[in-house]
């Protein structure tokens, strides 16, 4: 016999689905109406992201740079330094793009200005294609704001009142390609997979040498010579690889501390401590100066 439901529970079983239907709808209302939330996301400069990078603007005596990189999930850092036609280096300023209980702001120090005391600019406005910080208590500038032209290039201009003037200045950045730290990670990783071109590259076509092998004096190096020597390395030595220990900045200049090891024609295991000075300019190594310890 085939049960029947009264009339009374087709209306209970009406007015729940009604109900539960509501209550999603309301749901769905309160979550599309939601903000994001800063402290529910990992990485809370992901909007400013595109920034990391080193930026270069053609200056008077030089070219002025701009290098971001991350600090935190939270805090972004950039060094502008001028590096003049001389080849003089100065830093110009330091900036940290900052978020704080939900709210975002550029913080610039600047050399020999404000007793070089940070001056927090309030991110007013910010997407993926910009933003703009502004501070109106301070002298000058009030505002600051940075424009993503495209992958490469970025435009950024200070303005406001000085001496009961408006002065705006305009800066044109354009990517600077590889940091110096970059092209040495670069090195190092074509040296690991014995791409010797890669690793060849990386060098100017008379890059200089000084390596106990080589004698006391640096020796010039062609892209064709590093490639026959470090191939012969790889025959005689098939598993020959370098681990950095420890890499430091300076200026043009890096400094690398790594272990050189790999099996050597006798059998034997080689473990060599090396630490090498590397001269980088427009991209490229020009000086490699080498310097071998006690072997392990």
């Known amino acids: 016999m085939k049960n029947k439901f009264k009339p009374i529970t087709y209306i209970l079983l009406l007015t729940v689905i009604l109900l539960q239907s509501v209550e999603v709808m309301s749901q769905s209302a309160k979550t599309l109406k939601k903000k994001p939330s800063f402290s529910r996301s990992k990485d809370k400069l992901a909007v400013f992201r595109w920034m990391i990078a080193t930026w270069k603007s053609p200056a008077k005596n030089g070219n002025l740079y701009e290098v971001w990189n991350v600090v935190n999930d939270s ?3 950039s060094k502008g330094f001028l590096i003049k036609n001389t080849g003089d280096t100065l830093l110009m300023e330091s900036v940290k ?7 975002f702001y550029y913080t610039s120090t600047v050399q020999n200005q404000n007793n ?5 600019f309030k991110i007013t406005s910010v997407s993926e294609k910009g933003f703009t910080a502004e501070n109106a208590e301070h002298d000058f500038p009030q505002r600051i704001s940075y424009e993503r032209k495209s992958n490469s290039q970025l435009y950024a201009f200070i303005d406001g009142t000085f001496n009961g003037k408006y002065v705006k200045k305009d800066f044109h950045y354009e990517k600077a390609g590889y940091s110096n730290k970059e092209i040495v990670m670069k090195l190092f990783t074509a040296f690991n997979k014995h791409d010797w071109k890669t690793y060849a590259n990386c060098y100017t076509p008379d890059a200089e ?6 004698g006391k004096e640096y020796v010039k190096q062609t892209t064709r010579q590093l490639i026959e020597k470090y191939s012969g390395f790889e025959k005689a030595i098939p598993d020959i690889r370098d681990d950095i220990k420890g890499i430091y900045e300076a200026g043009e200049k890096i400094i690398v501390e790594f272990i050189s090891s790999g099996t050597l024609p006798d059998g034997k295991k080689m473990k060599l401590p090396i630490c090498t000075v590397f001269t980088i300019k427009d991209g490229k190594i020009i000086r490699d100066a080498t310097y071998f310890d006690n072997e392990e």
């Open 75 to 77: 805090t972004f850092q």
């Open 97 to 103: 793009i900052e978020c704080k209980q939900k709210q």
């Open 116 to 120: 070089q005391q940070p001056v927090p």
């Open 209 to 214: 040498f000084l390596d106990p092998s080589y």
